[in-house]
C-alpha cells in the first residue's frame, strides 16, 4: 500500500457549554468534604476537555450514523469478566468514513458475531488528531463566578430514590457551568492511499460528526440535562505538504463560521 501526505486541514473553535458539562476524572476514592464525582482538570486545576473524550464520542455517534453498529462489524476491545464486552467498529475497508477517520488497530481482532478478522494490511495512519480543549477562562465571568461554588465549577445535587422504602441516597456532581467555553483544535490528515486523493471526504465526515455531537450530550450524565454543547468561531485552515518546506507564514482561513449551521466549504 502506498500511502503519501497531501496536506493538513486545521480546524480551530471554541466549544461553548450549553448546559453544565461533566468529564469525570476517573479517581474512586473520596477526601473528607469532597466531591464524589468530580471533573476532570488540568494541572493547574483548570476544567479541561479530554481529546480523547472528545474523540471517543464523535466515533461512536459516527459508528451509528453510518451503520457501523452491528455484530459482524464489531470488534472486542476490552474483554471483561462477568460483565458486558466492549465493542467497536473496527473493518478492512480502505473507504470506511470511520475507520479512515478515526482509526484502526492492526493485527487480528475478536469478532464480536464470532470469529476474526485481520486488519494488518488495512492500517494507515490515523487521520484524525483531536487535541485536548483547554478552558478560556474569561469565559467565566465575574458575575458567574458568584454563583459558583468552587473557582472554575458548581456543584450539581442529585438524589437517588429507593422505589419501596423512599429513602434517598444524595450524590454531589461537579459541573462546568454553562456558558463556559473551551479553545478546541482538530487536525485531519489528507492522505493520497494508492493513487486515490481523499480531497475534502474526511473533512466533510468530521464536519458531520461536530453536528451530530451537537444534538448529543459529551461527557457523563447527558440524559439528565447535561453535556450540550456548541461548536463557535470556526474556522478552517490547509497547509499543504509542500507549505512544510516553505519559511512560517501566517495562515489564511478556507473556511469561518460563527456556527456549524454557517460553516460552508467551498
Known sequence: MDVILKGKYIIKCKIEAQTGLHIGEGNNSLEIGGIDNAVVKDAKGRPYIPGSSLKGKMRALMEFAEGKVRDNLLVVSVKREGRPEICLHMCDDLNCPVCGLFGRNHGSHDLKSGGKIDLTDAVIPTRLIVRDA??????????????????????????????????????????????????????????????????????????????????????????????????????IFYKDSSDYEKDSSELQPIATAKSLDELKLS
Open 134 to 235: 483547554k478552558l478560556i477562562e474569561t469565559s467565566i465571568t465575574e458575575e458567574m463566578k458568584e454563583n459558583l461554588d468552587l473557582e472554575w465549577t458548581e456543584v450539581k445535587f442529585e438524589n437517588n430514590i429507593d422505589r419501596i422504602t423512599s429513602k434517598a441516597n444524595p450524590r454531589q456532581s461537579e459541573r462546568v457551568p454553562a456558558g463556559a467555553q473551551f479553545s478546541a483544535e482538530f487536525v485531519i490528515n489528507r492522505f493520497e492511499v494508492d493513487s486515490k486523493d481523499d480531497q475534502k471526504y474526511y473533512l466533510e465526515k468530521f464536519i458531520k460528526a461536530m453536528k451530530l455531537l451537537e444534538d448529543d450530550y459529551l461527557g457523563g450524565q447527558g440524559s439528565r440535562g447535561n453535556g450540550k454543547v456548541r461548536f463557535v468561531d470556526i474556522e
